[in-house]
């Protein structure tokens, strides 16, 4: 069994009244487990944008303009290099123009750092945004 360690935190009172405010209407029962929740949100967050190594899993998602020429042949040609990390992908429609796409990827983070930054570097991509974790 794990050990658990007790810690204090301080927070400013109109932080810790939202924070308090959001956990109850997600339904946690207490503090404690929001609390490792943000934080192991955060960690994984800093862990890769300061470039940790290892395998990793997560989901690219990906807004972008099906209107501006070319576009879709790219992101799929990129998609198709990537094949040995992308394990799913979901594509729904959002309006005449904007289409999102759900990327689920497991593999070397490294390889799906590149991944994300070739996808959003396309033009007629409005927002990558990358949500993994260390496996």
Not at 55 to 76: F, I, K, N, P, W
Not at 83 to 105: G, P
Request: net charge neutral.
């Amino acid at each position: 069994m794990t050990k658990i360690v007790r810690v204090g935190v301080t927070f400013p009172p109109d932080l810790l009244k939202d924070f308090d405010e959001i956990i109850r209407k997600m339904g946690y029962e207490n503090r404690s487990k929001a609390v490792q929740d943000a934080v192991r949100m955060f960690v994984s967050e800093k862990k890769w944008l300061h470039g940790e190594r290892g395998t990793q899993a997560g989901v690219l998602m990906l807004l972008y303009d099906h209107d501006v020429r070319g576009l879709e042949s790219a992101l799929t040609d990129v998609q198709h290099h990537y094949a040995h990390i992308i394990f799913s992908t979901m594509h729904t429609h959002l309006s005449e123009r904007d289409c999102l796409e759900a990327i689920a990827v497991k593999g070397d983070a490294a390889e799906i750092r590149k991944l994300s930054d070739e996808l959003a570097a396309k033009r007629g991509v409005k927002m990558l945004k990358t949500m993994v974790v260390s496996v």
